[in-house]
């Protein structure tokens, strides 16, 4: 877009509309891609605080999953789906291939993780996985991720895929391989700034 004049009809550089225009911040990130080969031997009871349940969502109303990806994901920067049009996410997240399970606190979403079951019988990709804040610390997380890891394998996959990055939760790491994934990559992304 062309830059606006200012009052004596000069060109003004970084604004638009009469307002400063900031560049988007980027960030780099290491991205750790970790991958599981078999079934977990472990159970987790259902927590008893708060009142939890998971649901597997269906027909997700755009502004729903865009309202439920902005509270778990900003945080950490996520933004593959911050970007894309809302044709391309509907496409994406109504797809026969996609699974979405939305985690329920006290009756509130807390929560979500979604699969992708596109590249089966070969493996399924653990896209998303994340907490809310306020939901965090809560003991949630271990069960939460045990039942993702559960809905992957009922798919029958060789194997299960997920990646975290720098700017994840600082647990997320640790609890990926204490639920049996194992790094096999590592690489770097440039993500922008959620401002």
């Not at 008893?48 to 269906?58: D, F, G, N, Q, V």
């Not at 902005?70 to 970007?83: I, S």
């Amino acid at each position: 877009m062309p830059d606006k004049n200012d009052q004596n009809g000069k060109s003004t550089p970084g604004k638009q509309g009469g307002k400063r225009v900031r560049k988007a911040r980027k960030l780099t990130a290491r991205v750790t891609h970790l991958e599981m080969n078999s079934r977990p031997g472990k159970t987790l009871p259902l927590p008893s605080r708060p009142r939890t349940a998971l649901l597997r969502a269906e027909n997700i109303p755009i502004s729903f999953y865009r309202w439920l990806y902005e509270q778990v994901g900003k945080e950490h920067h996520w933004y593959v789906r911050r970007v894309m049009s809302d044709n391309d996410v509907a496409a994406t997240i109504n797809a026969e291939t996609t699974h979405i399970e939305i985690l329920y606190a006290d009756g509130c979403p807390a929560g979500f993780f979604e699969l992708d079951a596109s590249k089966l019988p070969e493996s399924v990709e653990l896209v998303y996985f994340g907490i809310a804040p306020p939901y965090q610390g809560l003991g949630l997380g271990k069960w939460f991720l045990l039942q993702a890891i559960e809905s992957a394998w009922d798919m029958d996959p060789q194997k299960i895929t997920v990646h975290t990055n720098t700017l994840d939760h600082p647990a997320a790491l640790g609890l990926y391989q204490r639920m049996g994934f194992s790094p096999c990559a590592i690489s770097e992304e440039t993500v922008t700034v959620w401002e």
